[in-house]
């Protein structure tokens, strides 16, 4: 059995649409490939801004806990 020729909506190229393509259904596979660019672009694995980062969650962790276990006297 055959399998269905489909057309890529991006690209406008048929193809045959076999089980467990990955991507989309409605595109080829060269259009539906991941971008092998950075997974999260715009944030930087740069030392100083995970240390940043880092602090700020800890402030935040800390700000959280106080309002949390206060006691209202």
Known sequence: MP???KTCVVCSEEFEL???KPGFANRCPSCSEPEA???EPGRSADYADRHA???VNAERRRVMRDLLY???S
């Open 3 to 5: 399998f269905p020729i």
């Open 18 to 20: 076999k089980p467990g």
């Open 37 to 39: 660019a950075d997974p």
């Open 53 to 55: 980062e880092s602090e």
């Open 70 to 72: 206060r006691k209202d």
